[in-house]
């Protein structure tokens, strides 16, 4: 464990119990009022939260710093197609493996972009300028990658739960634990690329590449009916995962 100043470890619980707070208050009202739609919300706070705690802290320089110097600068063309790609090719695999990867058989969900992509890309800039963008380099200061990761997944899915117990921002005919596996893998792939990029960009790209292949592809069970091609999804996902993570653990687990 590394060590954190105490300032720092304040910033995690703070930030942490607001966003999963401010994600239950505006689900509660949603569901209050009769309009799940009002939900949609929730997915803003993370950033929000970053930007007005960054403003009051560390003023004008500290905003450049989480919007502008994490998200403008030179990324290596190789970690652009792993982010737009990773998640969409595992899933493409995922339907693949179903049909006996027969290719004839494999086909979009839909085609329509308008307004399904406007709201995958608002969700992510909502979402990741305050997870990847704030929250994780502070969890790094305190643990490895790794452990930051997986504490961050824990986080992430948690602050999801509201809306799930009110039957929006997560995925139909799902268990809990199911996507909570899922966000804890996905916050370890979007982890390691962030951790050698150290981009939101990178995060940015990945959450709109995995959220736009559930859109389109046939994996989520409320498209298919069946769990079978997200349990391929999630094999192959924890497999890949599991390699990155043993190859590199000369950096992604130790302690700086």
């Known amino acids: ?68 110097k994490q998200t403008v600068k030179k990324i290596s063309f190789k970690w652009i197609l792993v982010s737009l790609l990773g998640i969409p090719l595992i899933a493409s695999l995922a339907m693949l493996s179903l049909y006996s990867f027969d290719i004839s058989k494999f086909a979009l ?18 979402e990741e300028y305050g997870w990847r963008g704030f929250l994780l380099p502070r969890l790094m200061n305190k643990f490895n990658p790794f452990y930051s990761n997986v504490i961050l997944g824990l986080i992430w899915g948690i602050w999801h739960f509201p809306a799930y117990l009110i039957g929006t921002g997560v995925p139909l005919n799902m268990n809990f634990m199911v996507f909570l596996i899922w966000v804890i893998l996905a916050s370890l792939f979007i982890g390691w690329v962030y951790y050698y990029t150290k981009s939101v960009l990178t995060s940015i790209l990945i959450h709109i590449s995995a ?37 590199k653990r000369k950096d992604l687990f130790k302690k700086e």
């Open 109 to 126: 969900r839909t085609t329509q972009l308008m307004p399904q992509i406007i709201v995958i890309i608002v969700i992510a800039l909502g």
């Open 1 to 68: 464990m590394k060590s954190i100043n105490s300032s720092e470890s304040k910033e995690i619980y703070f930030f942490s119990i607001i966003a999963i707070a401010l994600s239950s208050i505006i689900c509660f009202i949603s569901y209050a009022i009769g309009d799940t739609n009002i939900s949609i919300l929730s997915v803003l706070t993370p950033t929000i939260l970053a930007l007005i705690y960054t403003l009051f802290t560390k003023g004008k320089k500290g905003v450049h710093q989480l919007f502008i």
């Open 211 to 247: 959220n736009a292949a559930f859109n389109y592809l046939l994996i989520l069970p409320e498209f298919t009916g069946s769990m079978n091609a997200f349990w391929f999804f999630i094999l192959y996902l924890f497999v890949i995962i599991f390699a990155i993570f043993y190859n």
